[in-house]
């Protein structure tokens, strides 16, 4: 995700830019779209320099749907815990690199005692497809979520986890999961979310890293709108985020905890950067999520559950 504020900062969000953007909207918007979609993934080919391989017991897949087009496919990790009857975790990255520039955290995530859906979104990895779009990493999201579900038949065993842009496509996937339950009358299908140095909006993130008051959001295609869906997840929450994160400022994820429905929790990580919180918590990380597995599941109507708000340290 880093990338993608930097990148943000040093040329999307220039004057110059911006006002090419509102010029050029009405006559060249699918150029602009494609362009603005590159910058926000900023996607790396190949695989990250930290790689050292997959870990033994990991499992590559390859998941496809009918809707999906012939050069089409996700691929994906599995990566079972030692513990049959372990809780599930879906794994969804943020921008630039694929899986392999994740491997630390899923690793880190295992080491907590989860087993481990990781996927890469089309186009990122060795995934087929085009340039990826905020639709398209949704889509993609549900279709590593239905594998899960297979792969992990106890709801009550299942959670979705997100860093980053990822944070807001775990959002997304929350989100729909919670309104199915109202809809059906049926408990969630997951037994909680985790959200880790994300955002509010996309256009919120960045114009706070380019510290400008133009109107952003008005001609942005790209959304990820977390703060108005969170609201709507119907299960437990805990929401992470480093202090000293350079490029996503903590107070986005202050923001998302005051819009969500109890039972929720927010971990904030002194010293904690974008990437390293779950390293640096000193334990906290682990005991927040343990409390969310013991949380009691939300109902379709706004829960009772006190609100807990931790600091690490």
């Given at each position: ?16 830019f ?11 918007c ?8 590159e910058?926000?993934f900023?996607i790396?080919p ?46 969804l ?10 491997l ?20 990122f990895g ?13 889509e ?22 997100g ?44 114009a ?22 969170i ?35 927010l ?5 904690g950067t ?12 682990q005991?927040a ?25």
């Amino acid at each position: 995700m880093s990338a993608l504020f930097l990148n943000l900062r040093k040329r999307w969000l220039s004057l110059s830019f911006l006002v090419a953007l509102v010029i050029g909207w009405p006559v060249g918007c699918a150029k602009l779209e494609q362009t603005e979609r590159e910058l926000v993934f900023r996607i790396e080919p190949g695989i990250a320099s930290w790689y050292t391989g997959l870990p033994a017991g990991v499992e590559e897949l390859d998941l496809s749907v009918p809707t999906f087009g012939a050069d089409e496919s996700l691929y994906a990790w599995w990566w079972p815990a030692e513990d049959k009857d372990a809780p599930t975790l879906l794994y969804l990255h943020g921008s630039r690199w694929n899986l392999t520039g994740q491997l630390f955290r899923i690793q880190e995530l295992r080491r907590l005692g989860f087993s481990i859906l990781a996927v890469d979104y089309r186009g990122f990895g060795e995934s087929r497809g085009a340039l990826p779009s905020e639709r398209t990493v949704n889509e993609d999201a549900r279709t590593a979520w239905a594998k899960l579900t297979e792969l992990q038949p106890d709801p009550a065993k299942r959670l979705i986890y997100g860093h980053s842009l990822g944070g807001a496509v775990a959002v997304d996937l929350a989100a729909e999961l919670g309104q199915d339950a109202a809809d059906s009358g049926q408990p969630v299908a997951a037994r909680g979310l985790i959200i880790e140095s994300t955002f509010t909006t996309l256009a919120d993130a960045a114009a706070a890293v380019a510290d400008t008051s133009l109107p952003i959001r008005w001609i942005m295609s790209q959304r990820f709108d977390s703060v108005g869906k969170i609201e709507e997840i119907n299960m437990p929450v805990l929401i992470v985020h480093g202090t000293d994160d350079r490029y996503v400022p903590a107070r986005f994820s202050e923001e998302l905890f005051a819009a969500a429905r109890d039972p929720k929790q927010l971990l904030l990580v002194p010293g904690g950067t974008h990437n390293n919180s779950m390293r640096v918590s000193g334990g906290r990380y682990q005991q927040a999520i343990e409390q969310l597995m013991e949380s009691g599941t939300v109902p379709t109507t706004a829960g009772t559950t006190t609100p807990r708000k931790e600091n690490a340290g």
